[in-house]
């Protein structure tokens, strides 16, 4: 089992709709969780972190925790079309200092 | 723009041959982690530099081995190059270990 799951796509939702990417993770110990979002031929861009259960808001993304279910999403509302990219989730577990990725999602938002 | 720079942007090698990429980090940070991505894949976790001492490891062998220096900035060097060390390589600088990290634009290496 992979440490960390994503479902791998593509995923298209045509604009303005909203856009749901989800993540489990295996390491019951994880304490935080990143989404970072990475066009084509560049290098992943952070989006949003979140550390504890419940929602947290940035403008058009919304990030959810349930660490009882071990799974994070993000949510992108209003999606445009420069939000096509993949989306990769990682995650810091406590005893750990690095980022455990996933493989990424990646989304096309069709005009 | 995060602050974090790598150099070169590309870089052609030879099976057997060493190359050495090099990071610096956004200013005020002091950890410096690198990253290999494959086509198609997450990042994958190399090692990670806290204060000019390796403070972490992923599953790279030997031949993966690193620097930083007393300014923060990092050198990730590749020994005996394999057809297989062709990826992205990212360097990813945060304030402290466990913190938030952010990525440089990363360097394309191709061995052929």
């Known amino acids: 089992q992979k440490e960390v799951e994503q479902n791998s796509g593509p995923l298209s939702v045509p604009e303005g709709a909203i856009a749901s990417l989800n993540c489990t993770y295996s390491?019951?110990?994880?304490?935080?969780f990143f989404w970072y979002r990475q066009y084509s031929g560049k290098s992943p861009e952070l989006i949003m972190f979140?550390?504890?259960?419940g929602d947290k808001e940035d403008g058009r993304f919304t990030a959810q925790l349930n660490k009882a279910s071990q799974y994070v999403s993000l949510l992108i509302r209003d999606s445009q079309p420069s939000d096509s990219a993949t989306y990769l989730c990682?995650?810091?577990?406590?005893?750990?200092?690095?980022?455990?990725f996933g493989s990424g999602t990646q989304l096309t938002v069709l005009p | 723009e995060t602050g974090v720079t790598q150099s070169p942007t590309h870089l052609i090698k030879t099976r057997g041959q060493q190359v050495t990429l090099r990071c610096s980090s956004q200013?005020?940070?002091?950890?410096v982690s690198w990253y290999q991505q494959a086509l198609g894949q997450g990042p994958q976790f190399i090692f990670q530099y806290y204060r000019e001492e390796e403070n972490g490891r992923g599953n790279f062998p030997p031949r993966f081995s690193g620097l930083q220096f007393p300014n923060y900035s990092s050198e990730l060097n590749v020994n005996a190059l394999e057809l297989d060390d062709s990826a992205l390589y990212l360097c990813?600088?945060?304030?402290?270990?466990?913190?938030?990290?952010?990525f440089g634009p990363g360097t394309r290496l191709t061995v052929l």
């Open positions: 990682a995650v810091n577990p406590g005893s750990a200092r690095q980022l455990t």
């Open positions: 200013s005020g940070h002091n950890t």
């Open positions: 990813a600088s945060s304030l402290g270990g466990g913190d938030t990290q952010y």
């Open positions: 390491d019951r110990g994880s304490q935080s």
């Open positions: 979140i550390y504890s259960n």
